[in-house]
């Protein structure tokens, strides 16, 4: 079988790839806030050439940053849905897991989930088929399912409840690197869609910018960054909390740097919510009512 190339992928598809070598430096560092064995493979040669782009741009020489330090913010993210997931899964009655998309995340892989869990990865195929490429022979440490479809097709929900999903049990959602990349009518469908299949009790967990992310000058150098790959940011949200209230999710929205998201690695003061003209990044979390 031939393996697929980097190629195959698009623009969106390949900031994968940055995650994979952000999670592939974090595994380096000896305070890491976690260890992924698979990242650097995942990652190939491309996502360290996405990440020294990134890397330039954040920590410009001479200069002070001022754009959010990436490779803290990734480890921090990591860590917290690490810990997330997990804790959902302990849950009575919590055997579904669903992430949306999955990327190069190789948690059911790298972590231990109790064995009646069911783990769904939805992304489009050339991800999934360049992800199985790379984990030839890793054998997952769950019943791990994919589902190759794109989450703006019209009838992905079919092929997941396909792949073993099951609408009337409660599951546990992770929409993580997904929000800030799709147009704010697509958040919102993709949040209809997903809670009209989540039962009673469900959980969801997500990341988002605010909109000043997408538009402060001093953002500039790392949003030209996601531009020039052809994948620019294009949605985010002041009020997290009412956006997912919306589609019935009971939720909080913790920054980097707060109580539970920090561990001890956020390098910036982390403002007030009513302070005006800040970036900020939202960990959303929280139920189906």
Request: include cysteine; hydrophobic fraction near 40%; aromatic fraction near 10%.
């Amino acid at each position: 079988m031939t393996a697929p190339t980097t190629p195959a992928l698009d623009a969106v598809e390949r900031t994968a790839l940055l995650t994979a070598a952000l999670r592939a430096a974090e595994t380096g560092r000896a305070d890491r806030l976690y260890e992924d064995p698979y990242a650097a493979d995942l990652a190939g040669d491309i996502g360290p050439t996405l990440l020294a782009e990134v890397r330039a741009a954040t920590f410009p020489p001479d200069e002070r940053r001022s754009v959010p330090s990436t490779p803290d913010y990734n480890a921090i993210r990591t860590r917290f849905f690490d810990d997330y997931l997990q804790e959902a899964a302990r849950e009575p009655g919590m055997r579904q897991i669903v992430l949306a998309p999955a990327g190069m995340d190789s948690r059911a892989y790298r972590l231990d989930w109790p064995a009646h869990t069911r783990w769904f990865e939805i992304d489009r195929p050339a991800v999934l088929a360049y992800k199985k490429d790379r984990l030839a022979g890793v054998e997952p440490r769950t019943d791990h399912r994919t589902v190759a479809v794109d989450l703006t097709s019209p009838d992905w929900e079919r092929d997941l409840i396909t792949a073993g999903y099951d609408p009337a049990l409660p599951s546990t959602w992770l929409l993580e690197g997904l929000l800030y990349y799709i147009p704010e009518h697509d958040t919102h469908r993709i949040l209809e869609r997903v809670a009209a299949i989540s039962a009673p009790g469900s959980r969801i967990a997500a990341d988002i910018v605010n909109s000043d992310a997408l538009t402060l000058p001093r953002m500039r150098p790392l949003l030209e960054v996601f531009a020039g790959w052809g994948c620019p940011w294009l949605f985010g949200t002041d009020e997290p909390e009412a956006l997912f209230d919306r589609y019935g999710f009971t939720v909080s929205a913790p920054q980097p740097g707060e109580p539970g998201a920090d561990f001890g690695r956020w390098p910036d003061p982390v403002p007030p919510r009513a302070k005006r003209d800040q970036r900020r990044v939202f960990f959303v979390n929280g139920r189906r009512r």
